[in-house]
């Protein structure tokens, strides 16, 4: 108590500081204690300051851990009998990695991240050496990894975005196929699960991470994962950035490109499916497009008519 009560104090004044614990206290039956709901106010209203353990520090049992990471491997998800679901990954940094576990809604957000992204985790529990994210834990997503294309590889591991040009099939243990985009070529290499690329058709694009590059060659290893556009419009991620919005749609600006975004889409895109006919859609979309600004989507086009059109867009 002694240590979170003047931190309410001096921001709220203490008696609303108080007037605020009674408050918190009551509203978990009087099941906390003084000193735990000060303490949870405090960091409800970012009062108290994280401090950031390396993921070689942690130890079973250990409680409100804070750790930041890359994204190392990701698991499938799993399902259960009674309906839950889970799914996990590796969060690395410089001194070890950890198994991570989200379930249900939280487990659907694993979707939107990338191998070597960035993540920052707050409040997560240890429970068999594995780090979960009860319902005091945030993931928040810090950075993306860097996409390259073949024209500017370098040694490493990497993420690449790219078209295939040439398939040459299997080769023993191995899978090989050449990128593209547009000024030169990279061959690929799949070691680990080569049935991988047997689905794999030229003029598809592809999202490769965690390949291991010479720098001019990827190889995709254990640890690699391979997404697939099939051959049709393009893929473009970046961060939101300004936009216009009118009856006939909007302009969507996503990492510097300009995209041409239907009103049934951007109904979509802003989860507006419920709004009422009376409201103004224009309105209400440029409010949540300007709340959405510096988060990163991925845009899936067509450039058609000297634009680009959006065909999907979603936050990623």
Known sequence: MEDHLPLLSEKFGKEEAERKIDAKISSFSGLLTREAAAKLIAAEEGLLKERMLPISGITDGARDVNIRGKIKKIYPMQEYRTGKRSRSFILKDETGEVEVKLWNEEADSIYHYHLGDTLKISNGYIRNKILNIGYRGKVELEGRE???????????????????????????????????????????????????GER?????????????????????????????????????????????????????????????????????????????????????????????????????????????????????
């Not at 860097?146 to 040439?166: M, Q, W, Y």
């Not at 997404?227 to 009856?247: A, M, Q, W």
């Open 146 to 196: 860097a996409l390259l294309t073949p024209s500017n590889l370098h040694e490493g591991i990497i993420s690449s975005k790219a078209r295939v040009s040439s398939i040459g099939g299997r080769n023993g243990d191995e899978f090989l196929f050449s990128i593209s985009d547009g000024e030169k070529e990279a061959r690929v290499c799949i070691t680990h699960i080569p049935e991988r």
């Open 200 to 316: 794999l058709a030229v003029g598809d694009v592809v999202l490769l991470e965690g390949a291991e590059c010479d720098g001019e060659r990827l190889f995709m290893g254990e640890h690699s994962r391979m997404l697939v556009k099939k051959n049709s419009p393009d893929i473009f991620r970046g961060e939101l950035g300004d936009s216009e919005v009118g009856n006939e749609g909007a302009r969507i600006r996503v990492g510097g490109e300009e995209f041409a975004v239907s009103p049934e889409q951007l109904v979509r895109f802003l989860k507006l499916e419920g709004l009422k006919k009376d409201i103004d859609l224009p309105a209400v979309a440029r409010m949540k497009l300007t709340g959405l600004k510096g988060k990163w989507a991925t845009v899936l086009f067509e450039a058609r008519e000297g634009a680009k059109h959006a065909k999907d867009i979603s936050l990623r």
